[in-house]
């Protein structure tokens, strides 16, 4: 059974000041959604599942969706701030919806294979889809197994300023034994630094494996996804900021031993666009890629 891609494409950009899944970065027009789609193709995935919010749906459809439809199924789910479980309310002023971990949760009803999730404005690379298309088709027994691509975290830094990032404590034969986001990493010659809140200057070889959430998993991460989400909106209902991510689920998963974690070493290069003066780097990388070959001048023909 080919693996389904689901893609998390509900972000509202405010850092961006707009639909940045929907920007303009390969030399014919392409988004990075439409590099990450084509490497995930190519790697055998079978499906795409496109997380949407309502209102993107016309924009996201005619931009998005249409130049896929012939090429690979594709599917859309929403995520929905008033898409909370019996027992449960919306807060007085809350505007957004509850985070990553919920995000994913909206594709339950679409998903019954094993699957990945990437975030639309992210730029993977190849090898990482790759590397995670054939962890899930592999079979798996015993304990739930998760993957994670790891990046080094030189490959992932910005050089529009300070970005977070989960870094990952592994074992010498590559599970995972921790995850933890870290805000405040700053490039730093060959490595990087971040300075706490005390004002202690914490310092980074660059080596340091990172995730980017591209994830893989099993079907029954959604009954963990389903858990998860009551236990949040239990200990958070009346909250109008605080956000469900994915790597916490996983964290509370692998901590409590109900899943265990393979990290799959990336060599790739992440990009990706927080805020505008991101682009022309984004656009600068890609243009790189093709002229080396490892992409046609036009992606969809």
């Avoid at 972000?11 to 995930?40: C, H, N, W």
């Avoid at 016309?58 to 012939?70: P, V």
């Avoid at 691509?149 to 870094?167: D, F, H, K, W």
């Amino acid at each position: 059974m080919k693996p389904t891609l689901v893609i998390l494409a509900a972000g509202v950009g405010r850092r961006y000041g707009g639909l940045k899944q929907l920007e303009s970065v390969g030399p014919a027009g392409e988004t990075i959604m439409d590099f990450s789609i084509y490497d995930a193709v190519r790697a055998g995935f079978g499906r795409v599942v496109f997380v949407i919010r309502p209102d993107m749906e016309t924009q996201f459809h005619a931009a998005i969706g249409r130049r896929y439809e012939q090429r690979v199924p594709v599917a859309y789910t929403y995520q929905r701030l008033d898409a909370v479980p019996a027992g449960f309310a919306v807060p007085p002023g809350r505007a957004r919806p509850w985070g990553t971990g919920q995000a994913v949760l909206s594709a339950a009803g679409l998903v019954q294979e094993p699957f990945a999730v990437a975030n639309a404005d992210d730029f993977y690379g190849a090898g990482s889809f790759a590397a995670v298309s054939a962890f899930l088709q592999q079979p798996q027994g015993g304990t739930p197994t998760y993957a994670l691509v790891g990046y080094a975290l030189r490959n992932t830094l910005s050089e529009s300023g300070a970005v977070s990032r989960a870094i990952c404590r592994s074992t010498a034969d590559g599970w995972l034994e921790d995850i933890v986001e870290t805000h405040g990493i700053e490039r730093d010659g060959a490595g990087a630094r971040r300075t706490d809140e005390n004002g202690q200057v914490h310092r980074f070889t660059g080596d340091e494996t990172v995730s980017m959430n591209l994830w893989g998993f099993a079907p029954s991460f959604l009954d963990e996804l389903r858990a998860a989400f009551e236990r949040f909106l239990q200990a958070n209902a009346g909250s109008a900021d605080a956000e469900l991510y994915l790597p916490l689920v996983v964290r509370g998963a692998l901590q409590a031993g109900r899943a265990r974690v393979k990290v799959l070493p990336s060599t790739d290069r992440w990009c990706g666009i927080t805020n505008p003066r991101d682009k022309a780097a984004v656009v600068q990388f890609i243009r790189g890629l093709v002229e080396q070959g490892a992409y046609p001048d036009r992606l969809w023909t």
